[in-house]
């Protein structure tokens, strides 16, 4: 079975403030992805890597840096925290393009004050 | 770009009954498709992987159509019961070769049983 850890699954930063959300995946895949869930939205990509170094501007980008330190290793950075900011964030992972599966976290629950 | 719109937001039926969630896609080179279930408090799980050659797919419990003459992909839940509440969502990518390697998802149903 497919692994994908997030860590923390739950934060609360006050705006302004700076958080880093970590993902890692066990699966050996060449692709991770940072998603953001919101009421009315559904899922929206806000970056993604195709490997180690490597970093692709998602569809919702803005406020947002990622990196990709290891083929295991994704992060989601927000370095002046916005309450428009506060969502459900998922990472995920696959092995390859569009056609193969997504293998996802437990997600990280941000709240920003 | 692609878009995907996924109807109904909201769905209740009681235990037993059947049920259908569609999905409409406007790109025609829409090759690769999906629905993915996620349960309270979790990530998304695959439920099915459809390809554009198979239009009729049948898993555990339900069965996923696709219409590809009018874009469509639906899952259609024959006989709910209390696993099936979760939040469902489509998603399409893309073939080989596009230069695309990114799901466009649906915004999600959220299903559950009438008490």
């Known amino acids: 079975e497919a692994a994908v850890t997030q860590s923390p699954r739950n934060k609360v930063t006050v705006t302004g403030g700076n958080v880093t959300l970590s993902c890692r995946q066990t699966?050996?895949?060449?692709?991770m992805y940072w998603y953001r869930q919101d009421t009315g939205h559904g899922l929206r990509l806000i970056h993604y890597s195709y490997g180690a170094g490597n970093l692709q501007i998602g569809d919702v980008p803005d406020g947002y840096k990622a990196t990709r330190t290891t083929q295991e290793d994704f992060f989601l950075l927000l370095e002046l925290a916005s309450p428009s900011q506060t969502s459900l964030y998922f990472c995920?992972?696959?092995?390859?393009?569009?056609?193969?599966?997504?293998?996802f976290g437990a997600g990280t629950r941000l709240s920003v004050l | 770009g692609e878009q995907v719109e996924q109807r109904p937001p909201h769905l209740s039926v009681r235990e037993g009954d059947s049920a259908v969630i569609i999905c409409t896609y406007t790109?025609?080179?829409?090759?690769?498709f999906f629905w993915y279930k996620q349960e309270p408090g979790a990530g998304l799980q695959l439920l099915m992987k459809v390809f554009s050659s198979t239009e009729i797919n049948e898993g555990q419990g339900f069965t996923v159509l696709l219409n590809k003459k009018d874009k469509q992909l639906s899952l259609n839940l024959t006989a709910a019961h209390p696993g099936d509440s979760a939040v469902y969502f489509c998603?399409?990518?893309?073939?080989?070769?596009?230069?695309?390697?990114?799901?466009?998802f649906g915004k999600g149903t959220k299903f559950s049983l009438i008490p």
């Open positions: 998603a399409v990518s893309a073939g080989p070769g596009t230069g695309s390697n990114r799901l466009t």
């Open positions: 699966n050996s895949h060449n692709y």
């Open positions: 995920a992972s696959s092995d390859q393009t569009g056609q193969n599966t997504l293998y």
């Open positions: 790109d025609p080179n829409s090759y690769y």
